[in-house]
């Protein structure tokens, strides 16, 4: 092993000798270097220790490493530095990070040495013993002796790190000039991926764990921990939310993310752009959280930020983890035995399980989580998806025998007509269900009429009446975002204003109770988009007339003429002089468009069973 002995000169100076024996071996060559200096003569000994106790590559005896051998440009530091600032599409948090990282866990190895082929250049060994070396915790060559212990680093960080040298290393093999033949950091031999210590970095919450901790989270933190539960953003995202942001998709409540908390190079909290191009997306939310948040907007401007911290700020992570969350847990685990320690960002994996285990599509989950790929969402939740497997088995058998029971996620999605076009399997009616429809199928949520104060709204001229306030205000205007744009075609077509106004919505005015007819929501009613057709048949089973399109529009719980959950449903009845009409409705277009041929092969099933039938018949 390399050593440093100390010699004194004929003019009282020390001088520092580092010995050793080529390649460590008892009867190797005896070599040796003299410094003027101990700082010197311990960085140099170090070298040779890292090097198989051989000199130092590009280290001339008695000279060091010689200068004009090694461009000034070309050596790891100002070379990687230099590669850093020319990334694009990075933010600059990012190229902080990576300059942090190149000046602390790499500049300490390859920093005497060139990118270039030839004397002094970065070796294959010199980057497989640096991976050994992070992994192991050990000090750097030219790491102070009296420096702390450095981190051992997990296998995964261990590959980030490796990646980056490798990005470096190959573009000084890409340079225009090709600065080196080869990538040093090729078949470096890396620490292995444990899938299992994966998996264990992510905390999966049931939904009672998260009720138990969201129970004990102060009242300045419970809104902003329910609104990642809800909807799986990032705590940069969340926490970037401003009132402009609550906007209406399709009709339905929904948030924009369109802006993100960055740190830029100075590590100082900046609004930016989300994490990817995806990561710009608009997210449909429930009525309550969207009731919620704008409770929180209200009085506020709209670039203000929804959630702050206790002294009016944004939200600080650290601050928020050691002072509401870390707290919570531990009330939780007193009072429930809550036994996991999630993050905070475990919430959003949380809510991507649920929906998992709701039987959610992966590609919607891609799209509310803001992922690039497919591949991230397949990757950080593939391992849940067993829970799907009887709706595979489902599926399949579904597909290829026609008399199979439809899956019951099919029936629900509306996405029944995904085997449609298979070759030689007999189709079956898809989401068709009863042939009839009755406005007494429909559930209902009553009060006694008696009861106290209602809110009623007034919808096209139909009166609804609520016994909450806010479901009523809430109804009100999505009737008429469900209708403006109808109501401008109308305004351009010529229609008196006056009657415009008697298709929106008026109210909620308040009534001390409710004496019309039909009964009180005590909660907020479903609404469907309903694709709907009729056609009249004669006798024969030809058309009486061409039946207009499929057509379709928003349709609420309390329009029992038109709201339906179902796939597809149609019914027959006969009218004196105009033959037999069929009417068919669903919330899948090409099941309604299928259910129409059905209603007229029971219309001639009916006519050729009954010939002289002409009395009123409802089928």
């Excluded at 040779?48 to 461009?71: C, D, I, L, S, Y």
């Excluded at 001229?461 to 016994?467: H, I, K, L, T, Y």
Aim: include cysteine; charge should be neutral.
């Amino acid at each position: 092993m390399a050593y440093i002995e100390t010699k004194e000169r004929r003019g009282g100076n020390p001088s520092f000798v580092v010995r050793w024996r080529a390649g460590g071996a008892r009867n190797g060559k005896r070599e040796s270097e003299v410094f003027d200096d101990l700082p010197s003569a311990e960085k140099f000994r170090d070298l040779v220790k890292v090097h198989g106790e051989q000199w130092p590559p590009g280290w001339t005896r008695g000279q060091g490493f010689v200068a004009e051998r090694r461009r000034k440009e070309t050596m790891f530091e100002p070379f990687a530095l230099a590669y850093v600032d020319r990334l694009t599409g990075i933010q600059g948090d990012t190229r902080a990070k990576y300059k942090k990282d190149i000046l602390e866990n790499m500049v300490p190895w390859f920093g005497p040495y060139s990118v270039e082929d030839g004397e002094g250049s970065i070796l294959r060994s010199m980057v497989q013993d640096w991976v050994n070396d992070l992994e192991a915790g050990r000090l750097a060559p030219l790491d102070p002796r009296d420096r702390k212990a450095r981190t051992a680093y997990k296998p995964k960080t261990v590959h980030n790190k490796h990646g980056l040298l490798s990005a470096i290393m190959q573009s000084a093999v890409d340079a225009e000039t090709s600065l080196r033949a080869s990538n040093p950091c090729a078949k470096t031999r890396l620490p292995r991926l444990d899938s299992a210590e994966d998996e264990e970095e992510i905390v999966f919450l049931e939904r009672e764990e998260w009720a138990w901790i969201h129970e004990f989270l102060p009242e300045d933190a419970k809104d902003l921990g329910e609104t990642i539960a809800e909807t799986g953003f990032r705590w940069g995202e969340v926490t970037a939310l401003q009132p402009r942001d609550l906007r209406r998709r399709g009709g339905r409540p929904a948030i924009r993310v369109q802006r993100a908390w960055k740190k830029d190079e100075n590590g100082k909290s900046v609004l930016g752009a989300p994490k990817t191009r995806k990561s710009r997306r608009t997210v449909v939310i429930t009525h309550n959280l969207d009731r919620m948040l704008r409770l929180r907007a209200k009085g506020l401007k709209q670039d203000d930020l929804l959630f702050t911290g206790p002294e009016g700020n944004k939200w600080d992570p650290g601050t928020f983890r050691r002072l509401r969350w870390i707290p919570a847990l531990d009330l939780a685990a007193e009072k429930y035995g809550l036994i996991k320690r999630p993050r905070i960002h475990d919430l959003r994996h949380s809510h991507a399980s649920w929906l998992i285990a709701a039987k959610v599509p992966l590609p919607a989950i891609q799209r509310r989580l803001g992922h690039e790929s497919i591949t991230t969402t397949v990757d950080t939740y593939g391992h849940l998806l067993d829970a799907l497997d009887d709706e595979v088995v489902a599926a399949v058998q579904w597909a290829m025998n026609p008399v199979a029971p439809l899956p019951g996620f099919l029936e629900q999605s509306g996405l029944a007509s995904a085997t449609d076009g298979l070759p030689q399997v007999p189709r079956q009616p898809s989401g068709l269900h009863d042939k009839t429809w009755r406005v007494n199928d429909m559930p209902k949520e009553t009060v006694g009429q008696g009861d106290g104060p209602v809110f009623v709204v007034t919808l096209g001229g139909r009166e609804v009446p609520f016994a909450d306030r806010q479901h009523a205000q809430d109804v009100a205007d999505q009737w008429n975002d469900d209708h403006q744009e109808g109501n401008r075609s109308l305004l351009a077509d010529g229609w008196p204003e006056e009657k415009i106004a008697r298709r929106g919505a008026l109210g909620p005015d308040r009534r001390d109770r409710w004496t019309g007819g039909g009964s009180v929501w005590t909660r907020m009613p479903e609404r469907q988009f309903v694709y709907s057709v009729l056609a009249s048949y004669e006798a024969d089973g030809t058309l009486t007339y061409e039946p207009l399109p499929v057509s379709g529009r928003w349709t609420w719980e309390f329009e029992h003429d038109g709201f339906t959950t179902r796939p597809a449903e149609f019914r027959t009845e006969y009218r004196p002089q105009s033959g037999t009409e069929a009417h068919v409705r669903g919330v899948n277009r090409p099941a309604v468009t299928r259910a129409l041929e059905h209603a007229r092969e029971e219309v001639l099933r009916i006519c050729g069973k009954h010939p002289d039938h002409r009395s009123g018949h409802t089928q």
